[in-house]
Nanobody, 115 residues
Framework: VHLVESGGGLVQPGGSLRLSCAAS????????MNWYRQAPGKERELVAS????????TYKNSVKGRFTISRDNAKNTVYLQMNSLKPEDTAVYYC?????????WGQGTQVTVSS
């Protein structure tokens, strides 16, 4: 099983980034997908979720209206479009696949929002 995140980097406040997570080794379309993040000295927190077929999405309150999660089951990939980024969005972002008690994690990608 592999989950490989990409798209992180350094961006100025107000800027945008699009994270991608490419999955392999399991039946991607049967898993709900999530993006988590962890800032230095803080616990990992759930940012956004999308159901297995992409119909249902949920967001952490602080990112609602700025972040959009989506998935392409034909490409086994989940995305996180992040707009209007703020310094407090700075964190390592992790991709997670979840189905019942089974969970897979990616290695994370750093997002830094700074002028």
């Amino acid at each position: 099983v592999h989950l490989v995140e990409s798209g992180g980097g350094l961006v100025q406040p107000g800027g945008s980034l699009r994270l991608s997570c490419a999955a392999s080794g399991f039946t991607f379309s049967r898993y709900g997908m999530n993006w988590y993040r962890q800032a230095p000295g803080k616990e990992r927190e759930l940012v956004a979720s999308i159901s297995s077929v992409g119909i249902s999405t949920t967001y952490k309150n602080s990112v609602k209206g700025r972040f959009t999660i989506s998935r392409d089951n034909a490409k086994n990939t989940v995305y996180l479009q992040m707009n209007s980024l703020k310094p407090e969005d700075t964190a390592v972002y992790y991709c997670n696949a979840q189905r019942a008690s089974v969970a897979y994690w990616g290695q994370g990608t750093q997002v830094t929002v700074s002028s």
